[in-house]
């Protein structure tokens, strides 16, 4: 491969992975650096690229009235990767796109290797890149490794954030007492490859339900080491343990509440709390408990969640954890093409920008990838417009954060795509005979007509000649 004309990725997660194809189907040859089997991480299990460490769910795919269905819309419409081999990967998760983890990483990692214009290099980048390399695209993510990452605070002058992802258990589907749980989705909503019935839901009455916090809260956690103490949790991915301490009732308003879900199994009985467990690869062999990330020491999880009903005799594939995760001061750091303005050959993508999500990194390397391209073969650079999900995610990412308000300066924090980044409609809606809408139904209006104009805005992007493959 001619070196001139090279742009190097770091990093082979779905960020890197992501940006390594748009680069490639652009016509652009890539070098994709993947440090694992090199150098391992204490989250990933195989060498496959873009593997999936923590949930199987890119969340909902409603193209209407979700946020990330929004992204998910988008993506397919810009080519991604990540999302082809999602959907040919796909597994019944309600109104969520799910996939087989280890399906959809032999996907991506098979696309990448058998592309021409894509060289596989298994190796740590340790340190800055060599100056030679004029064009690169640092994707290596929550996990990075530490000599990269010292090496860019020691080139930005700045100190890295960083907050905790955790991973939530795997049950082998066969030992569930499925006399005590049953099949549902949450208001039996029906989604890509799904049924209404595509949870294991397991539930608990008032005193189950005391007696597991009780249970939890006494548990055994795994020790923070030093730095890690002093690190902040992500409100997203936040540990059972840690929402119960903030009081008994925490859960049954989180991953364990019970609405919209009936048992058939005593119908006339409502449940006080309900554990659900989400399909976990395609044969249905294995669930995953949802929201259940938890840093308690692994025969406590054994102990703690065979008091569940349902999961008394539960055999896990795997057990939770908790790893590291660490992100840029990205609104000081990068421009609004994700370069590091301290040394602008160095593009940046994925959660180490400060987003939060599979689908949300993959969706800032979908970017970076595009904007590198163009570079690289002399193209203007078009951004995204402001309305489309792309656009709202760099935008997060790249400013609005470094202001001073009242109580002091504003930090900047790791985010999910959602309605609330998107610039608020001109006009609000109104009903087909004209009238207002009420309170719900206005919401949902709103979500419907932001979502219709970010999917228009991004077809007329992507037409655009600057945007042409």
């Not at 208001?187 to 008032?206: E, F, Q, R, S």
């Not at 969640?305 to 908790?322: K, V, Y």
């Not at 193209?379 to 001073?404: R, V």
């Not at 109580?407 to 924090?413: D, N």
Request: proline content about 6%; overall charge negative; glycine content about 10%.
């Amino acid at each position: 491969m001619t070196e001139q004309r090279v742009v190097h990725v770091i990093g082979g997660g779905l960020a890197g992975s992501e940006a390594a194809w748009q680069l490639a189907t652009r016509g652009v040859p890539v070098v994709l650096h993947e440090m694992r089997p090199v150098r391992t991480t204490e989250a990933h299990h195989t060498q496959a690229l873009a593997e999936l460490v923590c949930s199987n769910s890119f969340r909902s795919d409603d193209p209407k009235g979700n946020a990330v269905g929004v992204l998910h819309a988008e993506m397919r419409r810009a080519g991604s990767l990540i999302l082809q081999c999602a959907d040919a990967n796909q597994v019944p998760a309600g109104g969520a796109l799910a996939v087989d983890r280890v399906g959809f990483a032999e996907a991506v990692t098979a696309a990448l290797e058998s592309h021409p214009l894509v060289e596989i290099r298994r190796e740590e980048i340790a340190g800055l890149p060599p100056s030679e390399w004029d064009k690169v695209i640092i994707a290596t993510g929550p996990l990075t490794s530490p000599a990269l990452a010292q090496s860019v605070l020691e080139l930005t002058g700045e100190t890295a954030l960083a907050f905790f992802d955790a991973i939530a258990p795997i049950v082998h589907f066969d030992s569930i007492d499925m006399s005590k749980a049953w099949f549902q989705s949450r208001y039996d909503k029906v989604g890509p490859g799904g049924t209404g019935a595509d949870y294991i839901n397991c539930p608990l009455d008032k005193d189950q339900y005391e007696a597991f916090i009780d249970a939890l809260l006494a548990g055994e956690k795994a020790p923070l080491r030093d730095f890690e103490a002093k690190t902040p949790y992500f409100d997203g991915c936040l540990l059972i343990e840690v929402m119960a301490e903030r009081g008994r009732e925490t859960l049954r308003f989180g991953p364990m509440k019970p609405v919209g879900l009936t048992n058939p199994n005593a119908p006339d009985v409502k449940a006080h709390a309900i554990i659900q467990l989400r399909q976990d690869n395609k044969l249905g062999t294995l669930y995953n408990m949802v929201g259940f990330q938890t840093k308690l020491k692994h025969g406590e999880q054994v102990r703690v969640f065979r008091t569940i009903p349902g999961l008394e005799n539960a055999e896990f594939a795997r057990l939770g954890g908790l790893h590291r995760n660490t992100y840029l001061n990205s609104p000081r750091l990068l421009d609004g093409t994700l370069r590091l303005k301290a040394d602008p050959r160095l593009r940046f993508a994925g959660q180490i920008t400060g987003c939060e999500g599979y689908v949300e990194s993959a969706a800032v390397g979908l970017l970076a990838g595009r904007f590198a391209a163009a570079e690289r073969r002399g193209e203007e650079l078009s951004l995204p417009p402001l309305t489309t999900a792309h656009g709202a995610l760099l935008a997060h990412i790249t400013g609005g954060h470094i202001e001073t308000i009242d109580s002091g300066p504003r930090s900047f924090q790791p985010m999910n795509i959602n309605f609330g980044l998107f610039p608020p409609l001109e006009i609000n809606p109104k009903g087909e005979d004209g009238k207002r809408l009420r309170s719900t139904e206005k919401t949902l209006a709103k979500k419907h007509a932001i979502a219709a104009r970010a999917l228009a805005d991004l077809d007329a992007w992507l037409d655009s000649p600057a945007e042409a493959a």
